[in-house]
């Protein structure tokens, strides 16, 4: 007994006397040491930018973290941290220093990268912050760090509850805070057209109004009467904006344009784009909807390239999201133009026509020099080897997709889609009504993206990406506390191709995530944390 109790006596005390810290950071890095050396950092930074992009993020730090150290920019000589290009690296890998003799120091293979490492900096500095003005004791340490998945991705569905552009900025930093490289802006779908084309005014003059939204659950036939989305869309002035605002924050938004279902805001709109040609509402209910684009006649594909060229004016990312999720054929199959089509292009299977869509739309923007992304549904319309497939119904789809040879993005509901619970019990936890499913945190943290693939066909698996679908979701507030402190297990999955220590990563959200929150004012769930 005696001697174990004097090892554990003299080892509290020796650890006592050390400067102890132990700084968490989420994603964790792919290597962290610490050493004995404590570095006081002023409340004011003074930040110097090797380049002009670097300079700039400078600023745009102080945007986001302004609360927890204000910013000015100076000399190299007298920086407290120091910005640099290291063109050994990879482009958003980034090493971070804090010593002595050079205060901080971030180096990455590019701005991105520098930017990523100054996410970790915000991290650090919290955990240093003895507040009351006190300048920041910060340790010695030195961080290298790179991400695992080049795609990184959250979505937000701005159709069916509409989000300001002060909230989908503020959403912008959420995904930075989270090292997420990417934002997938769902812009249209039954229940509203949310995205200005000047070509088609009736799509927001007219698409992005129901007369009315069902209360509670779907399929309840209560509605609640009120007319919703009236001005609810982007111009195009916003979207540049917004463009522009993601850009200097190293992020690059995917727009998606629902076809050939999701779309009967934009038949109410244009009623000559249905096979019926009249009848559309701006439709009030959730839910999968029969009312799809009519790809018999000529005047759909002109509408939609017309809608794409503009699209891609706005978005200069490489992706266009084409949607192609949950599109029942029925009007097709009663529709003589589409009839005509099929029998005219020597289809005989109707799930084809789907595809020939796909193709045609796809060559449209292949000829722009753009790609396109579909939900895993097309895998069943006749992919084409050159689509990337967004795996939803699961990892299944994606799977199947790796082993063809088309790229993947996963974004599983069952491990990602974060408009589901978050408790077994949300009753008992006073969770807000949402769609369904249970997806805890750890549930979304033990996500291995190369189930079931071989070596060769993991090289397939572009990224990651998390869901919101907000058809329960009516504030940005609660959206906040649907995405945290999932995003975290959403970030760690995409950066960190091993994860084995659940309990170390809810200790690490629990030291560095969750007070970031509340430093920056950020809403999230109090429940979930432990199942
Ligand atoms: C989807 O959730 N319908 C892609
Ligand atoms: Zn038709």
């Known amino acids: 007994m005696r001697p174990l109790m004097t090892i554990i006596l003299s080892a509290a005390v020796f650890m006592a006397a050390l400067p102890s810290f132990a700084v968490s950071i989420v994603p964790q890095p792919v ?21 002009r992009a670097l300079k700039n993020l400078a600023d745009v730090w102080g945007d986001s973290y302004g ?16 910005l640099y290009i290291d063109d050994a690296m990879e482009a958003e890998e980034y090493g971070l220093e804090v010593s002595v003799e050079n205060g901080v120091v971030i180096r990455g293979g590019s701005p991105a990268g520098v930017w990523w490492g100054m996410q970790s900096l915000a991290q650090i500095l ?45 959403f912008i930093d959420i995904l930075a805070l989270h090292k997420l490289n990417t934002f997938h802006w769902h812009l249209t779908d039954d229940q509203g057209w949310r995205i200005e084309i000047k070509k088609y005014p009736l799509l927001t003059e007219i698409g992005s109004v129901r007369k009315e939204t069902v209360v509670g659950r779907h399929g309840s036939n209560v ?40 779309a009967e805001a934009a038949l109410a709109s244009y009623q000559w784009l249905g096979c019926k040609g009249e009848g559309y509402e701006v439709w009030p209910s959730w839910g999968v909807n029969e009312e799809i684009f009519c790809v ?7 509408f939609l ?73 097309i895998l069943d319309a006749g992919v084409t080897p050159t689509a990337t497939v967004m795996s939803w119904r699961g990892p299944s789809g994606g799977i199947r997709a790796a082993k063809q040879g088309n790229h993947v993005v996963m974004v599983p509901n069952t491990y990602f889609y974060l408009d589901y ?21 750890s549930k979304s943290w033990s996500f291995d993206p190369y189930d079931q693939l071989s070596e060769d066909e993991k090289q397939y698996i572009t990224g990651v990406q998390a869901n919101l679908w907000t058809e329960y979701i009516a504030t940005f507030d609660h959206a906040q506390q649907m995405i945290l402190p999932r995003y975290c297990a959403l970030s760690e999955v995409a950066w960190c191709e091993d994860r084995t220590d659940l309990d170390d990563f ?10 970031m929150y509340d430093r920056l004012g950020l809403n999230y769930a109090k429940y979930g944390f432990y199942e």
């Open 31 to 51: 290597s962290i040491r610490e050493n004995r050396s404590v570095v006081r950092l002023p409340r004011t930074l003074t930040f110097y930018g090797q380049t």
């Open 67 to 82: 609360m927890i150290a204000g910013v000015r920019t100076g000399n190299e000589k007298k920086a407290d941290v120091k």
């Open 126 to 170: 919290l955990q240093s912050d003895g507040g009351d003005g006190r300048p920041f004791t910060v340790p010695g340490l030195t961080v290298q760090d790179r991400p695992h998945f080049g795609y990184r991705s959250g979505m937000l569905d701005c159709c069916r509850h509409f989000f300001t552009v002060d909230e989908v900025k503020k």
């Open 223 to 262: 509605y609640d009467g009120t007319p919703y989305g009236e001005g609810c869309f982007y111009s195009q002035k916003q979207i540049r904006e917004i463009v522009k605002y993601a850009s200097d924050r190293y992020i690059t938004i995917i727009p998606e344009i629902e076809m050939p279902g999701h």
């Open 296 to 302: 018999g006649k000529e005047s759909t594909f002109e």
């Open 305 to 377: 390239e017309d809608v794409l060229d503009e699209v891609c004016d706005l978005f200069p990312g490489e992706y266009i999201h084409i949607g192609g999720d949950e599109v029942p054929y029925v009007r097709w199959k009663e529709c003589p133009d589409c009839q005509a089509r099929m029998k005219a292009e020597g289809i005989t299977d109707v799930a084809y026509l789907q595809g020939y869509l796909l193709k045609r739309i796809e060559n449209h923007l292949n000829a722009k020099g753009r790609h396109i992304i579909g939900w895993d549904e």
């Open 421 to 441: 619970y978050q408790t077994s019990d949300p009753k008992k936890n006073g969770e807000p009504l949402a769609i369904g499913g249970y997806v805890p945190l």
């Open 506 to 515: 809810r200790e690490r959200v629990k030291s560095a995530m969750l007070p």
